[in-house]
């Protein structure tokens, strides 16, 4: 089992080598060319797949530990089992020899809750689902738990009143703010996940690891296509730049497009495509220092001192929305219900597999277009 602390630390060595080559070729007076180029991008391809490996690496140590339970479970099967002692992965086991539908309940999640809890479904597919988007993840964006999937109006403010300086026994002016609402309508993302029958029959086999890592990361794929360039769309642009990658100038620019009480709030941040982020970590601030800055397992990378998320935007490109910054938390998903999970074993009889539909319904959008502006590259 490799360690995932070390493995983190050679990491942020590899992203701190790639910006002191950065910083000494600009102090040069130069740009990254030939051998230098190469060999920045050798030190953060490495960095890329170091952070995939620990990603994969994680998963697989809570993995383990599930089989472990489901093992120790295993080898206690001769005694009678009640009916209130059945976990969510026997569960998972019944509806792929029996059939029918079960809906998983959303539990809360945060960093340190981890994938421990072998029985936690819904919990995991959530966490899986989080790593892979952004905008399912209760870290950086608000997310909001519906019972049902109704259109959800969420109050919006467009223009702000304006408060006064009042002398002692003065009459206090009227000042209306002017208010709107968002309208959510959730949508369902689903999936189908085929295991043999002696997989389901395998007590060894983790198998409420391999729904949930395998559900979470399609359905925040889907969804991440739909909200990601939504978002963005609705944001206010604070900043187009002269070309269609930001600048160093493009992104202070952006920063201080939004209000201070959206700069300072508790999730501001950056959410920003791969290749706009790519481009990014080679950027100098006036110092010849790099803005980009690696986190670890217990912080987010950041630029400018603000955390940075990689999440579905469009590519950097002729007037592409590529990047967004302000208060996260303006963000708004919706999630209806739990992770709703049914089995099939007719649907592919004939080559003796289970068939699992996941099904889960949610939507995301902004509530405040000035809580969140966007970069919008050059009209070249």
Request: proline share 3%; net charge negative; no cysteine.
């Amino acid at each position: 089992m490799a360690d995932i602390q070390k493995l983190a630390e050679k990491r942020a060595r590899l992203l701190t080598e790639a910006s002191d080559l950065v910083a000494a070729t600009a102090d040069k007076g130069e740009t990254l060319t030939g051998e230098a180029q190469a060999r920045f991008e050798a030190l953060t391809n490495e960095a890329t797949t170091l952070a995939s490996a620990i990603r994969s690496e994680k998963d697989a140590v809570e993995a383990r530990k599930a089989a472990d339970a489901v093992r120790a479970e295993f080898t206690t099967a001769i005694a009678p089992k009640s009916e209130t002692e059945a976990d969510e992965a026997a569960e998972l086991r019944r509806l792929g020899r029996e059939g029918g539908e079960r809906t998983f309940e959303y539990r809360d999640v945060t960093k340190s809750t981890g994938l421990g809890n072998p029985v936690s479904v819904a919990a995991m597919v959530n966490v899986v689902a989080g790593q892979v988007n952004p905008f399912l993840n209760a870290d950086v964006v608000d997310i909001i738990r519906a019972t049902n999937g109704n259109q959800i109006l969420l109050p919006r403010v467009t223009a702000l009143g304006t408060a006064a300086a009042v002398s002692e026994a003065g009459a206090i002016g009227e000042s209306d703010g002017t208010l709107s609402n968002l309208a959510l309508t959730p949508a369902k993302y689903a999936t189908l996940l085929q295991v043999s029958q002696e997989l389901v029959q395998d007590a060894a086999f983790d198998i409420t690891a391999f729904v949930a890592e395998k559900a979470g990361q399609e359905v925040a794929i889907a969804h991440g296509a739909v909200a990601g360039p939504a978002v963005a769309a609705a944001a206010t642009v604070g900043k187009q730049g002269a070309a269609v990658a930001p600048v160093y100038a493009d992104l202070v620019d952006l920063i201080y497009s939004v209000k201070q009480q959206y700069r300072r709030a508790p999730k501001r941040g950056f959410i920003m495509n791969d290749a706009t982020m790519g481009g990014v970590m080679k950027l100098l601030d006036s110092q010849n220092r790099p803005i980009f800055v690696p986190g670890d397992l217990t912080r987010p990378d950041t630029i400018l001192g603000f955390p940075v998320y990689s999440g579905p935007l469009a590519d950097t490109g002729d007037e592409a929305l590529s990047a967004v910054f302000g208060d996260l938390g303006s963000i708004k998903t919706v999630l209806v219900g739990g992770v709703d999970i049914a089995s099939s074993a007719d649907f592919a009889f004939n080559y003796g597999l289970i068939t699992y539909r996941i099904q889960v319904r949610g939507v995301t959008g902004l509530v405040e277009a000035s809580a969140v502006k966007s970069f919008k590259g050059a009209n070249v």
